[in-house]
């Protein structure tokens, strides 16, 4: 018995006998060929795969960025609103000191005194538990971050030069943001 196709059994066909030696290479080649052909397709999806994490690095780097300077945009306006309102709360105090100034110069006026006294105090305990603590008093060094020196006056007997002399207005400050200026008199430098 022969096979079908005439070719005894295990005896190459024709078309087997027909295909050259290097028929085995050529399956290799394409094979090669193929292997290739997917390092290729692998390094263009890993070059579309680094270029996808970059971009994605970038925008989360950007997202960062802008939650950072919203996060300062919205504590700056917080520190905006806050010095609004103590703006009117800080010019009731300044009157308070006032009133105090005159009626010390007033005779028959304690009473009213003391009770301005306690109304200063009050306020000033209600700063102080916002973190609002009063700058610029008479002996004090005069710091340009704190005091604005609206005049000089020369250094003498009981008068140390670089402190301050005379408040207009005292300064105010929260932690150590300055929330007001103080505006005051300073002790001139020897030889100024």
Do not use: C, W
């Not at 270029?51 to 919205?74: N, Q, S």
């Not at 002399?165 to 943001?177: D, H, M, N, T």
């Amino acid at each position: 018995g022969g096979a079908p196709g005439g070719a005894p059994d295990g005896a190459p066909t024709d078309a087997a006998a027909a295909r050259p030696a290097g028929g085995v290479d050529t399956e290799a080649d394409i094979l090669r060929g193929e292997l290739k052909r997917l390092r290729e397709q692998h390094g263009a999806l890993q070059q579309e795969l680094d270029d996808a994490a970059d971009r994605v690095l970038r925008v989360r780097a950007e997202m960062e960025t802008m939650r950072r300077r919203l996060l300062g945009e919205v504590e700056q306006a917080r520190e905006q609103g806050r010095d609004e309102v103590l703006a009117p709360v800080l010019a009731v105090y300044d009157d308070l000191e006032r009133a105090l100034a005159v009626a010390a110069e007033a005779e028959g006026s304690t009473g009213i005194v003391t009770g301005v006294e306690m109304v200063k105090e009050n306020l000033e305990r209600q700063l102080a538990s916002l973190g609002i603590r009063r700058v610029g008093r008479v002996g004090e060094p005069f710091d340009p971050h704190l005091h604005e020196a609206l005049t000089t006056i020369p250094a003498g007997p009981g008068r140390e030069p670089g402190v301050i002399a005379e408040v207009f207005q005292p300064g105010f400050v929260q932690g150590e943001r300055l929330v007001r200026v103080a505006r005051v008199v300073v002790v001139a430098e020897r030889g100024n």
